[in-house]
Each structure stands twice: as structure tokens, then as C-alpha cells.
């Protein structure tokens, strides 16, 4: 019993790990616990395990140095920068601003509130990162509008929860930087491969609100005329929009001889710019060439499209790191909050404490998750789990959907960034072995592990959007009528359909890779059968490299012998005679040389 003991204890303690979760005990101390536990009992068994254990007490002595390898990684900084800039947008109103204005913009339209929702959503989700400051804004503002105006409460609820958890897979996430970190590959490269699966998954939210328009005509009225107070004016905006356009395509033109590639990112920035100096002066000098919608939407919409540009713009474009990207992305928040008048000392205290807080956690889990690797590999559980994946019937099929089976599944009770943290760091190299891009595989996980979020029971989008949510009858402020409450079980089936849709996004990003590939760009493919390597020839005669030959080959006493002629052609070496013109003895070959 002891030896099989011995020999499983990788399986055992993989066992163990998932069990010390679902009782409830806290992530980073479940694995350092386990790690600390299953080494003394590993040092233990070693001579019992037939070779499969590999532990040994100085082992111990590499703990200093893995969690120094942790508080030194300077990816890992980008963590408390987004969260940071993330919370001050949220404080400074720029939801609340987000919401109010693009509801009116899309309010004439049947579900038009929804599509808002999902629209800001993606918004807050480029420019926070952060799903409960997206999820709690959006429950706070939109879900009291769309219940007086008579929307479904399945529907609104499951629309508010899922907008929110975008912020998981369109960049600037936090789940892939930790993903990126896991899998040793680039940010930058991450962000760029989940950009186009984001905004995928966004139309495919909006494509469901679509069908149930049509599909359940009165859930989701159209906004009433009294509702909308900016009125009307969508012809100003398109016009507005038209001519930004052509300013942006004439300065495009006019710097491509001097800027070549970054001309066209330079002319919308001129022609953004221009639209939005316009808008400010309408409204200031009351001109009123524009409708006030137009001027609220262009006003309200640039300044977080500016900051969109600043972080993930500079990264794309390789002019800094996503670290640096984050650090300017606070700064630019700090701005933004201070425009509006609502930078406050309570705003960057509530900040700066709730990024502390979650940067904590973080630098926590993987401290105890470098203590239970410790241990895991020193009981070749790396080697246990790659054999079990890799032998899959399937081959890389078969390995993909036993993957995102396994971590749908554990999604019911683990968050993203412990199952970042546990089963990330075990599937990567079953999947490097069978040639699976790591970026395109992260991608495929962090869509996954986006519905984390929303699976009943214990979504933590759900949780957020419960604690906003009315929980007993009240009266509308604006309608006097009585509101009855948002029950949980509405919640919770409203989160069904999109938890459904990411799965279906699962499918369709293992079925068209190249959503993901992308990341690549066009560089040209080698084929290595074409490759010709060419050795130069020794001596004039070779016509190749010439090496002069004194006695001491390349001029030098002692140095390497080197014949004139090309060895390679089978001609006669070149004169090798001495000064004297004797001819020299061969070398000996035979003995060892000496140096006396």
C-alpha cells in the first residue's frame, strides 16, 4: 500500500489540491499547505517511489529564490496599473456618463437599452479591465431604467452581467496578463490575438438581442418620446462623422511621404481631434450648428476612445510595453477624473485600497502556487499530467475538448485567476507537445474561463449584479409607478443564454484559429528544405577564406595549423616547408601532445 502510495503521489496530491478548495479553504494557503504537506511526505517516500520521487529537504532551499522570481517579474506590474486606472474611471462617472448617452443615442430602436448595455460594456471592458466596476456601474444606472421602462428582468439582468464580464477577454484584461505570464509568452502578443475573439463574442451578444426582438417583441421596448432628452439628431452626428472622415483621409494623405505606416493612425488622431474641438466650441460658444445629441455622444464617446488609444495604441504599435501601457492608462484616468471636476481624495484612497487589495491577493496565490509546484514537480506530476493529455484519442482534438471540458467544469467553483494559477501552468506543456500555439490556446482559455463568471451558482458577475440589484418593491423617482424587485432566480436564468453564447465561442475560435493567429502578421514562411549552407574554402587555392601559414597557423607561434588549399576539393596542401626549407615531419597523432 505504501509503494503505490509512491508511486501516485502526483494524482493524489493533484486530488487533494481540488478537495482543499471545495471546502472552502482560502486559494493561496490551500496550496502552500498542500505543497508543504505532500514534500514531507514525498522526502518521506523517496526511497520507496521506484525513481518518481525526487525530494529531498535542501530542495527547500529554492523557495527564496522562486518567490523572489514572483515579486521581481516586471509583467506582472501591469496588474495594479489597470486596476488602478480602472477604479478611478469608474469613480470619476464615466459610465454613468456612457450609459446615459449612448441609451439615448440607440433608445429609438426596439432593445436599444440593451444594446447600449453591451456597447459601453465592451467600452468600459478596453479601458478598465475590471469586471466588478463594470458589472456594479451598469447595475447601479441601467438595470432601474430598463425595469421602468417595462424590459424583461431575465433579460436586462443577463445583459448587464454578461456586458460586464467582457472586460475578461478585450484587452487590457488582467485574467491575460496572468495567462501570458503562465504560458512565458508576450503580452502584447496576448492582447493583439484577443482583440478580434472580443469583439467576435460583443456582435454575438448584440446578435442575440437582435433575435429576441423579434422573437419577444415586448421585452424590450423602444424608449418612449419623453424619455429621450437630448432628442433627436442622428443626421448631425452622421454628418459630423462624415466630415471627420475626410479630414482624417486628407491628413492621412498628406503625411504618408513623411510618416510611411503611421500616417493613417496619425490622420485619425488629426481628424478625432478636430471633431471633438469642434463639438467642445459648439456647445461652449452656443453656435449650435450641431443637435445637442450629436455634441453629447462625440463629447462623452472621444475622451475614453482617447484613453482606449493610449494604453492598447501604444502597445499594438510597439511604442511601450503593456506595463508602460497601464502606467500611462493611470495617468490618463487620473486625467479624465480631474477634467469632470470629480478627482478627489476619497476616489484615489477607495483606489489605491482596493488595488492594494487585489494586488495582494495575486502576489499571495502565486507564492503558495510556487510552493505547491515545488513540490508537484519534484513528484513528476508535470510528467504524470502531460502523459495523461497527451494520450488523449484525438490527438489535438481530442486534448482541446478534454481541456475545456475539464475547465468549464472547475469554472463552477474556482474564479479565473485560480484556475489561471493551477491548471494553466499543467496543461501548457501537454499542449507545446503537441505543436497547439500558446497564445491561441490562452485565448481559447480566457474565453473560457470567462463563464466563470456566469455559471449558477456561483458566478461572481451575479454576486455583483444580486448586490446592486433592487431586492424589494420600491417607486420609480421618475414614473411614480412600483417597481417590484429582481429575484435571483431571474438572475441567474437570464445569465443562461450568454453563458451558452461563450460556449458557442469556444467552438467557433477552435474552428477559425486564424480569429486568434492573427497576432503573427504577414511574415513570409521558410520552408527549410531551401535552405543552402555554403562553407568557404581555406587557402588562395580554394578561392575561399586565405590563411596565412608561418609555422604557427593564422600567423601565430603555436597557434591553429592550418594548410593553404581547400581541404574540401581533395587538392595537395600548399609549400609546407620550414625556414630552412626542409621538409617538416608529419605530426604524431597518435600520442597525446606535450607541452614541455
Known sequence: MIEFIAVNLAPIMFVSLIV?????????????????????????????SAGSINLSWPLLNALPERFWGVMSNDTLLAIPFFTFMGIVLERSGMAEDLLD???????????????????????????TGVVAASVIAMGLISLPIMLRYGYDRRVASGVIAASGTLAQI????????????????????????????????TSLYMGYILLMTFVRRDSMPALPLEARTLGS?????????????????????????????????????????????????DRTM??????RLAQQVIIVLIPPLALIFLVLGTIFLGIATPTEGGAMGAV???????????????????????TTRLSAFVIFILIGARVFSLTFYGVNGHLWVEHLLVAMPGGETGFLITVNLLVFFLAFFLDFFELAFIIVPLL????????????????????????????????????????????VPYLDRITGKRIEPVTTGQIYWGAVPFVCIQVI?????????QMVMHYKGDAAVVDPNTIKIEVPGFGAGGGGLTLPDNGGGLGLPGGLQLPGGNPLDGQKPADQNGAGGQQKPANDLSAPPSFN
Open 20 to 48: 482543499f478548495l471545495l471546502l472552502g479553504y482560502p486559494v493561496a494557503f490551500s496550496l502552500a499547505a498542500n505543497g508543504l504537506l505532500f514534500f514531507i511526505i514525498g522526502v518521506e517516500l523517496a526511497p520507496l
Open 101 to 127: 448617452t449612448i441609451g439615448q443615442l440607440f433608445g429609438p430602436v426596439r432593445g436599444g437599452l440593451a444594446y447600449a448595455v453591451i456597447f459601453v460594456g465592451a467600452l468600459l471592458a478596453a479601458t
Open 170 to 201: 478585450i484587452p487590457p484584461s488582467l485574467v491575460l496578463i496572468v495567462l501570458a505570464d503562465q504560458l512565458g509568452r508576450s503580452v502584447g502578443d496576448m492582447y493583439a490575438g484577443a482583440l478580434i475573439p472580443g469583439l467576435v463574442l
Open 233 to 281: 439628431g442622428v443626421t448631425s452626428l452622421i454628418i459630423a462623422l462624415i466630415v471627420a472622415g475626410a479630414i482624417a483621409y486628407a491628413a492621412h494623405v498628406y503625411l504618408s511621404p513623411t510618416h510611411g505606416e503611421n500616417a493613417d493612425i496619425l490622420g485619425a488622431t488629426v481628424g478625432v481631434a478636430f471633431i471633438y474641438v469642434v463639438a467642445l466650441a
Open 286 to 291: 452656443k453656435i449650435n450648428a450641431m443637435s
Open 332 to 354: 490618463g484616468a487620473l486625467v479624465m477624473a480631474a477634467a469632470k471636476g470629480r478627482l478627489t481624495m476619497d476616489v484615489v484612497r477607495s483606489a489605491l485600497t482596493a
Open 428 to 471: 501548457a506543456p501537454a499542449a507545446d507537445k503537441l505543436g497547439i500555439d500558446l497564445i491561441w490556446f490562452g485565448v481559447l482559455l480566457g474565453i473560457n474561463m470567462q463563464t466563470s463568471f456566469m455559471h449558477p451558482p456561483f458566478g461572481f458577475a451575479l454576486f455583483y449584479l444580486r448586490s446592486v440589484a433592487a431586492k
Open 505 to 513: 465561442m469556444v467552438g467557433l475560435t477552435i474552428a477559425f484559429p
